[in-house]
């Protein structure tokens, strides 16, 4: 074995070493959608064996809600468009779900994607706990500001609250002096209520509702452009409609149309 030779092999190690030691995600998927090769990340992150792994096409283990998302961004890569800063989510053997931020770049010639991917879950975590209304992007059962479980007849009232913002969207600029008025309590009243059982004011509720009737905008496949859908959820700016989708939800709007 000649120098070259020798440097080269111990070049290799150094470079196996370093993708098995790596904490981020790093594999080589097929354009068949399955694992060829991936790193011990990978298994320790999603907590299937190997085996498991590549007997799967990837997109079992991807959460339900993000499969289109995902399959579309995948369509891209096919064409030879490589994939920066993709956020999606994986759902562990436990059940638990784990926020990944993709970096793909497909090989057409050997018909295969090289990626590698940043656990961002604690990330997510943090931005979930700073969210207006845990509840709407979650759909897990209501909270207050301090994590504590609401009780039954202030969901009743959250509830009828709702229906009531949801009537004016898209209508009118509902505020907090149109919802007092409703309600026939004074702002301040109102401001304390929201205060003590969600952690929120009243328009950050307000626009917690108006982001989540865009995304149902978006799913009923009415609206073509990202004003349409914008107008619709009440938002009289489209970019800083866009911009707070992307805060909210993880995705650009655009990717959803």
């Known amino acids: 074995m000649t120098e070259t030779d020798l440097l080269a092999s111990n070049y290799m190690f150094d470079f196996e070493s370093f993708i098995n030691l ?6 080589v998927a097929g354009y068949d959608g399955y694992f060829k090769k991936i790193n011990p990340a990978v298994s320790e992150t999603l907590g299937y064996s190997n085996d498991e792994l590549f007997s799967m ?10 499969k289109l998302i995902t399959g579309r961004k995948r369509e891209k890569i096919l064409k030879g468009v490589p994939l920066l ?3 999606n989510r994986y759902i562990t053997k436990s059940g638990d779900t784990v926020w990944l931020a993709w970096t793909s770049i497909p090989i057409k010639t050997e018909q295969v994607v090289f990626a590698i991917a940043k656990n961002i879950t604690y990330k997510k975590i943090e931005e979930s706990e700073q969210l207006s209304f845990r509840g709407i992007q979650t759909g897990n059962k209501p909270l207050t500001g301090s994590g504590v479980a609401i009780s039954a007849s202030d969901q009743a009232w959250l509830f009828e609250l709702e229906q009531l913002v949801r009537k004016y969207i898209g209508k009118i600029d ?4 149109i919802l007092s008025d409703e309600l026939s309590i004074s702002e301040r009243q109102l ?3 929201f205060k003590s059982i969600l952690g929120i004011t009243p ?14 905008a978006i799913e009923s ?3 073509r452009t990202v004003s349409e859908i914008s107008y619709a959820a009440g938002f009289d700016s489209p970019a ?5 989708f992307k805060n909210v939800y993880g995705t650009a709007v655009y990717d959803y149309l």
Request: with cysteine; net charge positive.
């Open 174 to 177: 509902i505020n907090i002096g």
């Open 22 to 27: 790596s904490p981020d995600l790093i594999c």
């Open 221 to 223: 496949g009415k609206y």
């Open 85 to 87: 800063n993709f956020e």
């Open 57 to 66: 096409p990837i997109s079992h283990f991807i959460h339900a809600d993000d």
């Open 240 to 244: 800083y409609f866009s911009k707070l």
């Open 203 to 216: 328009n950050q509720y307000i626009r917690s509702i108006r982001l989540q009737v865009a995304k149902e």
């Open 191 to 193: 401001y304390r209520r």
